[in-house]
Nanobody
Framework: VQLQACGGGSVQAGGSLRLSCAVS????????MGWFRQAPGKEREFVAA????????YFANSVKGRFTITRDNAKSTVYLEMNSLKPEDMAVYYC????????????????WGRGTQVTVSS
């Protein structure tokens, strides 16, 4: 199983980035997908999750209204559209896959990607 996240980069505050995570080696359409992030010196935190069908999404309060999570089951890819980025959004972003329910709890996710760096300058 491989989860390959990409799309990270450096932007100024207020800017936008779109992350993508291509998944292989599992039945993508049968897995809930989530995005998490970890800033230096901080614990990993939940960002967003989407159900297997894409019909249900869940966001951390800190990103609600600014971030959007979508998926393309035909391409086995999940996306995180990030708008109005803030310096506090700067972190390594990880995608994860799980066979349970849409949740913020990392223990529910079985597979994790390597992460992509997002840098936001003020």
């Amino acid at each position: 199983v491989q989860l390959q996240a990409c799309g990270g980069g450096s932007v100024q505050a207020g800017g936008s980035l779109r992350l993508s995570c291509a998944v292989s080696g599992l039945s993508f359409s049968k897995h809930v997908m989530g995005w998490f992030r970890q800033a230096p010196g901080k614990e990993r935190e939940f960002v967003a999750a989407i159900s297997w069908s894409g019909g249900s999404t869940y966001f951390a309060n800190s990103v609600k209204g600014r971030f959007t999570i979508t998926r393309d089951n035909a391409k086995s890819t999940v996306y995180l559209e990030m708008n109005s980025l803030k310096p506090e959004d700067m972190a390594v972003y990880y995608c994860a896959a799980g066979k349970s329910y849409v949740t913020q709890h990392p223990s529910v996710y079985d597979y994790w990607g390597r992460g992509t760096q997002v840098t936001v300058s003020s």
